[in-house]
Structures are given as C-alpha cells and as structure tokens.
C-alpha cells in the first residue's frame, strides 16, 4: 500500500499494526533516477515560507498538480506526474514538496511524516501551486493525488476555488479539514473494492463521498474497482514489491488503465481551452 491519510484517528491503529507485523526493505530505487531528469525544480512562496516544487510537462499547456502519498515526493509519485505530462496533447505537471524534502523509506517513516503535516499548510501549498501554474501558462488547473494526496484532492475543490477539475485516488478528507458537500469543482474519485482503510478509502468511505458529492451539485463521479485494494494505481516494480510488502498482493492492469483512461477523460473534459 502506499500513502494514509486524513482521518488520523481511524488509520493510526491500523497502520501501526501493519508497520509492528510487516519488514519492508530499504527499496533500491532505480526508476526515481530516469524521471529525475525530466523535472525542473522550482520554488514556490506563499504566505511567509517557500516551499520546492517539479514541473514537467509543456509550456503553457493546461496544468494539474500531483500530490504525494505519504512517502513524500519518491519514485512512485514522479511516475505518476510523468505519465501524466504525456497524455492527450500534453499536460504541465506540478508536484508540490509538502513534506519539505523528507520522504519515508519505510513505514514508520511514512506515519510519521504523514502525523506531522500540516493538513491546512498543504491546502494551502496547493492553492499556491495552482495559482503559480495559472501565472506561468496554464489557463485552467487541475489537482490529482493519491491516499493522502486523494483526501487533500478532494479538500482542494472545497477549499481551493482556483481549481478547475479534482481527480482522487482513495482517500477522503477528514470532515474536520473540507466536507465534500461544499466542492466547488468538478469531482472524480477512485476506490478499490477491497480496500481496507476503514473510514478513509474503504467502500463505505467511498459510498459516503458518492453521497456528498451528489448533494455538491457539482459534476462527478465515483469508481470501485472490483477486487482491487488500497494504492493499486502504482504498478512499478518497486511499487509493487512494496505493496506485496505490506499484504496487498493483487495486480490488475486492466483496472489500472481503465482508471487512467476515465482520468483523462475527466481533464480533458474540464481542463480543455
């Protein structure tokens, strides 16, 4: 699995259970070199901090901020925004530094830098990196994310009225942080039916946002994929040792590129001139 988020209260205990029972190895990272160098990195100010951020993409094509798991800014979440650059006429791909240049090698790691973020500070990081894409060539933006960027996603089309478009992988916001009901954005959200992340990106979780959304009047939509757990969208190969490594044995390549085929369906439709 990769990422956690929001609700704290009701993913602690079953993370700490999974990082007490499970040994992840320190991954060799291999692909994170490649995509290194197609990014540009960049500093972005808001308020009184500057935080760091990676473009990749066209100029002055439509842009969509990516947002980190819980890992942070690795390998996973760089193939994510590269990929992305390059569907349909292109893409300007933007991944904010949330976690100011940590990244958890293991699960420990991860929970804690994750316990650590300042949920209103990253909403804010991601106006701020949607705002420096409308000023540097992007006439509309979107923001994607995945688990802990899924949930900031979708607090982002509450919070953010910048945004023109939200695509969520498993994750929902915490009531306390954005209350989807309020989305201002047009919504699509991503689950796997058999995820595990009870209140965050379980079936429930999911069918409670289909809800709010509804009751939004924005446009959206809700996925569950058949079979599928948390964090199935990374398919490289140390993405999927690592969620081997934490008991999420399924591959389903047909779900994956269904979900990336209703994505760019979803951002072309809102994101085109």
């Not at 316990?115 to 979107?142: C, E, P």
């Not at 996925?223 to 398919?235: L, T, V």
Request: glycine share 8%; net charge negative; proline share 4%.
């Amino acid at each position: 699995m990769v990422g956690i988020c929001c609700s704290r209260s009701i993913l602690t205990k079953t993370l700490l259970f999974k990082a007490a029972t499970t040994s992840l190895p320190r991954l060799q990272v291999r692909s994170v070199m490649m995509a290194d160098s197609s990014f540009k990195k960049i500093q972005i100010h808001r308020d009184d901090t500057t935080f760091d951020a990676y473009v990749v993409g066209k100029e002055d094509a439509p842009g969509i901020v990516v947002l980190q798991e819980w890992w942070g800014v690795d390998f996973e979440i760089k193939n994510h925004a590269l990929k992305i650059s390059q569907f349909d006429s292109g893409y300007k791909a933007l991944i904010p530094d949330l976690y100011r240049g940590k990244v958890g090698l293991d699960v420990a790691e991860a929970q804690h830098l994750m316990d650590g973020l300042d949920w209103q500070g990253a909403v804010k990081d991601i106006r701020a990196s949607v705002n420096w894409l409308k000023a540097n060539g992007s006439k509309k933006v979107g923001v994607t994310g995945f688990c802990m960027g899924g949930a900031l996603s979708i607090a982002s089309s509450v919070l953010v009225p910048e945004v023109d478009a939200v695509v969520a992988f498993y994750g929902v916001p915490s009531s306390e942080l954005a209350d989807p009901t309020n989305a201002k954005a047009p919504v699509q959200a991503h689950f796997g039916e058999q995820d595990g992340f009870v209140g965050f990106s379980d079936v429930t979780a999911a069918k409670a946002l289909e809800e709010k959304l509804k009751a939004s009047g924005v446009p959206y939509e809700v996925h569950i994929y058949p079979g599928n757990a948390h964090a199935f969208m990374n398919r490289s190969p140390e993405g999927v040792e690592r969620r081997k490594g934490m008991g999420m044995a399924d591959e389903d390549e047909a779900a994956v590129e269904l979900a990336w085929s209703r994505f760019r369906s979803w951002m072309s439709r809102f994101l085109s001139p």
